[in-house]
């Protein structure tokens, strides 16, 4: 988080709470999420593309219902990726028109309560799809908004990317395959539905804009394509070009993410001048981002339990430092091998002491189950310790279990030197609350 200092006396303050009075008071594991860096990247994305309705925060990546009222303020639009995510977003009130519903098997129930209420974009993603929209928007004599998810063929993650072959994937409507150009046929031959944009999602993690770049021009592409099939006159429809989400953050001291004004300079940069070469006006962008905006300023505190060194082969050890969550508050390691840096915040470490290397491990019951890979310790690390992994607003809350039957964590945001519990630690009684 930017707004992260060591005090005098060595301990780490976040948004200028002690974590020890945060751990004290809350427990750990505790996820502590900096308000004020929350909002600072939703302004740096609204200002980089323009306007911030066409800055989607991906609540997937993280969502509560005091969140979702901090994106709304912000004046942001959110996309949802299912029914529950939809009913968080509406119990903060955020405004419908400002919602856009995603999903790749959306059902009956999730895209009739999006209608009802009046969402701002469905981003249809499949020819069923088309038709079970078009007829409840025609049941209630609407006509719902719509984007059209394309499959562009592009595959990034991180530095690379791949632009061919990627489109064995359960998302979207292929454009090789002449899939998204049909699509577009449907929509706009079907009376529920107006065609107001098209979208493309090729990735997470990405530092590279290059891969973005190769969806910018595929999608103008079909947006030319579409033109010279239906007339001038579907481009006053068809306004946004929407190019999902996918900025990578900074998780270690290594990473150095582009910032999101560069990002927006060239995607306007390509979408411009793809859009003159087609003889096409330049239609608005749009991005979801959800990594970029929740994840930098979040951390999780653990409190510091066992300690073992391991004896490995060529005569090093290994020390593995357990915490008291684990997979169950963040399975990113385990899942996709996500790399993590972590820090000794409760006391400065002892002036003699030095740094070992470490692998932070969980409480739960499989070998599988590490924060942290490698990360360097002070040799001074005891029990009753309190680290703090780096970078865990993203994914880790919103991917939480109940695995081994451990409380999800509490989450509490810090802004100004307060604190506020947004979200309470699972009790015991909440063990049996689905218990029938
Ligand atoms: N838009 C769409 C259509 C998406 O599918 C996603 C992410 C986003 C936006 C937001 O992407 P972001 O800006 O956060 O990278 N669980 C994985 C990430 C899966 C992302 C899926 N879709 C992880 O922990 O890295």
């Avoid at 903060?92 to 059902?107: Q, T, V």
């Avoid at 449907?186 to 107006?194: C, W, Y």
């Avoid at 065609?195 to 999602?201: A, K």
């Avoid at 880790?396 to 964590?409: H, I």
Wanted: with cysteine; net charge negative.
């Amino acid at each position: 988080p930017r707004n992260a200092e060591r005090g005098d006396d060595g301990a780490v303050r976040l948004g200028g709470v002690d974590v020890r009075a945060l751990a004290e008071q809350h427990g750990t594991p505790l996820f502590v999420m900096d308000e004020a860096d929350f909002r600072a990247r939703c302004r740096e994305h609204a200002e980089a593309f323009g306007d911030p309705t066409r800055v989607h925060y991906a609540s997937k990546a993280f969502l509560s219902v005091a969140v979702a009222r901090w994106v709304a303020e912000e004046g942001l639009s959110i996309d949802v990726a299912s029914g529950g995510e939809l009913a968080v977003a509406l119990r903060a009130d955020f405004p419908p028109e400002r919602i856009a519903l995603h999903g790749n098997n959306k059902s009956l129930a999730e895209l009739t309560r999006a209608v009802d209420v009046g969402v701002g974009a469905v981003v249809l993603d499949s020819f069923l799809e088309i038709a079970r929209l078009d007829q409840v928007a025609r049941e209630r004599g609407r006509v719902q908004p719509v984007m059209i998810r394309v499959t562009v063929g592009v595959e990034a993650h991180t530095h690379e990317f791949i632009a061919t072959a990627h489109e064995d994937q359960k998302f979207g409507f292929s454009l090789s395959s002449g899939d998204a150009a049909e699509a577009a046929r449907r929509v706009l031959k079907a009376e529920g539905l107006e065609l107001v944009g098209l979208h493309s999602h090729i990735g997470s993690q990405i530092f590279d804009a290059s891969g973005f770049e190769v969806a910018a021009r595929r999608v103008v592409g079909l947006l030319a394509e579409l033109r010279d099939e239906h007339g001038d006159g579907i481009l006053d429809h068809v306004t946004t070009i929407d190019l999902g989400g996918g900025l990578g953050i900074a998780y270690t001291r290594d990473d150095d993410p582009p910032p999101p004004a560069e990002l927006a300079r060239q995607l306007r940069d390509i979408v411009s001048k793809e859009c003159e070469h087609a003889g096409l006006p330049v239609p608005k962008i749009a991005v979801e981002p959800g990594r970029a905006i929740v994840g930098p300023g979040t951390v999780t505190l653990y409190e510091v339990g066992t300690i073992k060194d391991v004896q490995l082969d060529a005569g090093a050890i290994r020390r593995y430092v357990s915490v008291d969550g684990g997979m169950s508050d963040n399975i990113r390691t385990a899942l996709y091998d996500a790399v993590y840096d972590c820090k000794l915040v409760s006391r400065a470490a002892a002036e003699d002491a030095g740094a070992v290397l470490c692998r932070v491990v969980g409480k739960h019951c499989e070998s599988g189950d590490v924060v942290v890979r490698d990360c360097w310790l002070p040799d001074d690390l005891a029990p009753g310790d309190l680290i703090a992994v780096a970078a865990t607003g993203a994914y880790c809350y919103s991917m939480a279990s109940g695995y081994n039957r451990l409380p999800r964590p509490a989450l509490a945001a810090v802004v100004d030197g307060e604190a506020r519990l947004l979200l309470r630690r699972e009790t015991e009684e909440d063990l049996f609350r689905l218990e029938v």
